[in-house]
């Protein structure tokens, strides 16, 4: 069983391998779906000496407590839901709630308002269906902003909006007629 902090800094050995660069790794994910199975990781990972002695277990462990539920097992398989830089999954296309959430920081807020929301080093634009997962997204790099994306306009736009799954949101970028920034209740 792994401690608190190896879980964190293994989950973030994972999200390097399955989201941005499994080829350095000599790791071949499924261009589709980004999953790969679960053994090939185990042995991408066992290689390096830190985490030689890790087990399924470590990795199914992780998987589990994960909060954002960063990745999914199914069957023999493993992927990240969401967050890709690599390479751009396809995704199934769906309607989303009339609103969806992002979460930014006050720094990004001038340039969102001026040219929308933008994927910047991922594939896709990160939304979400509740509050809690936009929140954790925009405090990471300075003071919380919220913004409301109108779904409908976004679509009159020609915004393609895919579900992640667990709450989560994947678009095309976002343009700024679509975004507000949310009132405080
Ligand atoms: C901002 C993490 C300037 C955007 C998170 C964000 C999430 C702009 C940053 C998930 C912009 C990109 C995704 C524009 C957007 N000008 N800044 N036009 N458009 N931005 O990390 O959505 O822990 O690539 O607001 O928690 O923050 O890794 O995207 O601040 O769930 O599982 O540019 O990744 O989850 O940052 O985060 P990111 P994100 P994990």
Redesign the pocket.
């Known amino acids: 069983m792994l401690n608190q902090a190896a879980e964190v800094s293994l989950s973030k050995f994972m ?1 390097k391998l399955l989201r941005h660069t499994p080829e350095a790794y000599g790791l071949i994910l499924d261009p589709e779906d980004g999953s790969c199975l679960l053994e090939d990781l185990l042995d991408v990972i066992r290689k390096t000496p830190r985490w030689s002695g890790i087990t399924e277990a470590d990795i199914r462990q992780v998987v589990a407590n994960c909060e ?1 539920q ?1 990745f999914a097992i199914q069957g023999e398989r493993i992927k990240a839901r ?2 890709h830089s690599h390479a751009k999954l396809e995704y199934e296309p769906g309607t989303p709630p009339l609103v969806l959430y ?4 006050q720094n ?1 807020l001038p ?2 308002l001026k ?4 994927p ?3 594939q896709y ?2 939304l979400s269906e509740g509050l809690h ?1 936009a929140s ?3 405090s ?2 300075g003071k919380l902003v919220l913004l409301t994306v109108d779904t409908v306009k976004a679509a009159q736009h020609g915004v393609t909006f895919y579900y992640a799954g667990n709450e989560v949101w994947l678009a095309e970028p976002v343009p700024p007629a679509c975004i507000a920034r949310r009132e405080e209740p």
């Open positions: 999200t954002k960063r969401y967050g992002h979460g930014t920081h990004a340039a969102i040219e929308g929301l933008q910047m080093g991922r634009v990160h997962f954790l997204a925009g990471r790099r």
